[in-house]
């Protein structure tokens, strides 16, 4: 009797290009792996590069009870993009990438690479929220499934707070776009019953005051750990809250096939600093009182990472002379024109005097 993945591959050689279907033992074992320490080797991998395509893959997969995951570029490190059973890889036709006339939104397909979406806004002097350290290299489905923000956006430029509309297909093979009137309405006579327990659900949990703070108190820092509970008690509308569940979902609730930003400034007077300190503690006191000030961005190294770069050109030379507990903040400011940003610069060395 046939694995249900060779049935897999049969059904979908009737409708995908053979070489969109990779079933052979070597490239199987190539992608195994992403960025992370992880392996797990696929028992089918399928190029998909347009949303039917996609519709039919989890159709089919949920009809022979075979799980699905989702991989961009495989930049992440948790090992999202890895699977044992069918591993759906986005090909070449993902790659939308529309500015608006004013720069102020960007809708960007899930292949679009995150630094080309910011070249593409910079003539406009704007970039996308999120800013992973990753961002030459990974896409936006990876960096939207992952809520990833890297060291500057915090939380009030990540996906989940920039997200202006989404178009998303469920495992049920439904489709919405929630930028799209038209959309949301066929959406509701098609899945009401699923809106009306996102609905259900939201409303319990705001109706909870102890749980709605803690939800509350739990994504005021920034944190990408679990779904984005949040959407439950930030929005009312159930579409929304599900475009905003989305983020961060690693791939759990359904596929992202387009997504619009709004945009954030891009300013560019930028200085940074790397500030040295002889204790962990005061490293620490110091990110408390530059916290209020005109800080885009503080990253805390301890003794171990500061000893991993000694001597590495462009590093000072005091760092070997700090102490065993020592550690250094990088510190980085922005702003529109040189007159702010020296005022900005005036500020944070005054807060740290």
Same mark, same amino acid.
């Given at each position: 009797?046939?694995?249900?993945?060779?049935?897999?591959?049969?059904?979908?050689?009737?409708?995908?290009?053979?070489?969109?279907?990779?079933?052979?033992?070597?490239?199987?074992?190539?992608?195994?792996?992403?960025?992370?320490?992880?392996?797990?080797?696929?028992?089918?991998?399928?190029?998909?590069?347009?949303?039917?395509?996609?519709?039919?893959?989890?159709?089919?997969?949920?009809?022979?009870?075979?799980?699905?995951?989702?991989?961009?570029?495989?930049?992440?490190?948790?090992?999202?993009?890895?699977?044992?059973?069918?591993?759906?890889?986005?090909?070449?036709?993902?790659?939308?990438?529309?500015?608006?006339?004013?720069?102020?939104?960007?809708? *960007? #397909?899930?292949?679009?690479?995150? =630094?080309?979406? @910011?070249?593409? $806004? &910079? +003539?406009?002097? !704007?970039?996308?929220?999120?800013?992973?350290?990753?961002?030459?290299?990974?896409?936006?489905?990876?960096?939207?499934?992952?809520?990833?923000?890297?060291?500057?956006?915090?939380?009030?430029?990540?996906?989940?707070?920039?997200?202006?509309?989404?178009?998303?297909?469920?495992?049920?093979?439904?489709?919405?776009?929630?930028?799209?009137?038209?959309?949301?309405?066929?959406?509701?006579?098609?899945?009401?019953?699923?809106?009306?327990? *996102? #609905?259900?659900?939201?409303?319990? =949990?705001?109706? @909870?005051?102890? $749980? &709605? +703070?803690?939800? !509350?108190?739990?994504?005021?820092?920034?944190?990408?750990?679990?779904?984005?509970?949040?959407?439950?008690?930030?929005?009312?509308?159930?579409?929304?809250?599900?475009?905003?569940?989305?983020?961060?979902?690693?791939?759990?609730?359904?596929?992202?096939?387009?997504?619009?930003?709004?945009?954030?400034?891009?300013?560019?007077?930028?200085?940074?600093?790397?500030?040295?300190?002889?204790?962990?503690?005061?490293?620490?006191?110091?990110?408390?009182?530059?916290?209020?000030?005109?800080?885009?961005?503080?990253?805390?190294?301890?003794?171990?990472?500061?000893?991993?770069?000694?001597?590495?050109?462009?590093?000072?030379?005091?760092?070997?002379?700090?102490?065993?507990?020592?550690?250094?903040?990088?510190?980085?400011?922005?702003?529109?024109?040189?007159?702010?940003?020296?005022?900005?610069?005036?500020?944070?060395?005054?807060?740290?005097?």
């Amino acid at each position: 009797m046939p694995s249900p993945w060779d049935e897999l591959h049969r059904r979908l050689s009737a409708h995908l290009p053979r070489a969109r279907l990779v079933a052979d033992p070597l490239r199987l074992l190539a992608w195994g792996t992403d960025a992370s320490f992880y392996r797990l080797v696929p028992q089918l991998v399928v190029v998909v590069e347009r949303e039917d395509e996609v519709v039919r893959v989890l159709g089919e997969c949920a009809a022979l009870g075979t799980p699905v995951t989702f991989r961009a570029a495989g930049t992440s490190l948790s090992g999202q993009a890895v699977s044992d059973s069918v591993l759906m890889v986005l090909g070449d036709g993902w790659q939308r990438c529309d500015v608006a006339a004013d720069g102020a939104t960007i809708t *960007l #397909g899930p292949g679009v690479v995150g =630094a080309v979406a @910011n070249r593409s $806004l &910079a +003539a406009l002097a !704007r970039k996308i929220g999120p800013d992973p350290a990753s961002i030459d290299s990974a896409m936006i489905g990876g960096i939207a499934a992952n809520n990833a923000s890297g060291m500057c956006c915090g939380t009030a430029q990540n996906s989940y707070n920039t997200l202006h509309s989404m178009r998303v297909v469920l495992a049920d093979g439904g489709v919405v776009d929630t930028g799209d009137p038209a959309s949301r309405a066929r959406f509701a006579q098609s899945h009401g019953a699923l809106l009306r327990e *996102l #609905g259900a659900l939201a409303q319990s =949990a705001r109706d @909870n005051a102890a $749980l &709605a +703070a803690r939800i !509350r108190h739990k994504f005021r820092m920034k944190n990408t750990t679990g779904y984005s509970l949040n959407a439950l008690v930030d929005f009312e509308d159930p579409l929304d809250i599900l475009a905003h569940l989305m983020i961060g979902s690693e791939g759990t609730l359904g596929f992202v096939a387009e997504l619009t930003y709004r945009t954030v400034p891009e300013h560019p007077h930028k200085a940074s600093a790397l500030i040295l300190f002889d204790d962990l503690e005061t490293a620490c006191r110091a990110v408390t009182a530059i916290k209020g000030g005109p800080v885009d961005a503080a990253e805390l190294a301890d003794r171990a990472a500061l000893r991993s770069v000694e001597g590495k050109p462009g590093l000072p030379e005091g760092l070997a002379a700090l102490p065993a507990d020592g550690a250094a903040l990088l510190v980085e400011t922005r702003a529109a024109d040189a007159a702010t940003l020296d005022r900005q610069i005036a500020a944070i060395e005054q807060a740290l005097a």
